[in-house]
């Protein structure tokens, strides 16, 4: 059975898929098949991976400074949820500029990660923080 499925495609560029990793291998361990310990899956990308070269995780942002983190959540989301996959890519983007203060920076791949101490998921973005998008003019 293949376990990679694609969900959305709002823009030709996306690629919204799960069940793949960032090199492409499919997870073993699958959110479906493991709640509370599956592997890390890719959510959403717009580019290679040596694109990138910066990452950061959500769980990280609120450890580093927790008040700028709530403030720019409301700010660019409207709300202050730890749940990131509430939130589209264009927003994280935006997000994520104001937080490394890149204007330029561009946003190649969010993955899913489960958290096996306490089961609640975490996301990773990578990103290119001197790379525009080609599709912003």
């Known amino acids: 059975m293949d376990k990679t499925k694609t969900f959305r495609k709002p823009h030709e560029d996306f690629v919204y898929c799960e069940g793949v990793d960032e090199n492409d291998n ?3 361990k699958t959110k479906s098949e493991y709640p509370y310990s599956y592997d ?3 959510t959403w990308r717009c580019g290679e991976n040596e694109e990138g070269g910066s990452t ?6 609120l450890r580093q400074n927790y008040e700028k983190c709530r403030a720019m959540m409301q700010k660019h989301f409207g709300k202050q949820s730890d749940y990131w996959s509430e939130y589209i890519p264009e927003q994280i ?4 500029r104001d937080w490394c203060n ?5 946003l190649i791949y969010i993955m899913e ?3 096996v101490s306490n089961g609640y998921p975490y996301w990773r973005f990578d990103f ?10």
């Open 93 to 96: 983007e935006l997000f994520l």
């Open 128 to 137: 290119n923080a001197n790379k525009k998008n080609e599709y912003e003019k």
């Open 113 to 115: 990660y489960c958290n």
């Open 56 to 61: 950061l995780y959500s769980d990280r942002l």
């Open 102 to 106: 890149a204007p330029n920076l561009k």
């Open 26 to 28: 499919p997870v073993q």
């Open 40 to 42: 890390g899956f890719i």
